[in-house]
Nanobody
């Protein structure tokens, strides 16, 4: 059974940093994209950052230069380093894994995949 478990969320002040982790259990075969999404209250879920099986990264414009996505294949763990956080980054952050590498480019949320339960990030001013 495939399970993705996020951790590392919490409350920080603006300008602070957090590192999110996503542990993948029962790592699915043919996973070609792992990505982070987020959803703020009253807003649609949006893609934040993705990394494909070749290591190519993609970032939403809103986080480019501040967030860094990485993975440790040996540990089956995905990371999101978040720096210079602002209140606009406040959201529930979700980890996802997809068989299709294109999900790391288009950040579609309606194309299946495996999803974690989310970890809350709250940034205060």
């Amino acid at each position: 059974q495939v399970q993705l478990v996020e951790s590392g969320g919490g409350s920080v002040q603006a300008g602070g940093s957090l590192r999110l982790s996503c542990a993948v259990f029962g790592y699915p075969a043919s996973t070609n994209c792992m990505a982070w999404f987020r959803q703020a209250p009253g807003k649609e879920r949006e893609g934040v950052a993705g990394i494909d099986s070749g290591g190519t990264t993609t970032y939403a414009d809103s986080v480019k230069g501040r967030f860094t996505i990485s993975k440790d294949n040996a540990k089956n763990t995905l990371y999101l380093q978040m720096n210079s956080l602002t209140p606009e980054d406040t959201a529930m952050y979700y980890c996802a894994a997809f068989g299709n590498w294109r999900r790391c480019r288009d950040f579609r949320t309606d194309a299946g995949g495996y999803w974690g339960q989310g970890t809350q990030v709250t940034v205060s001013s």
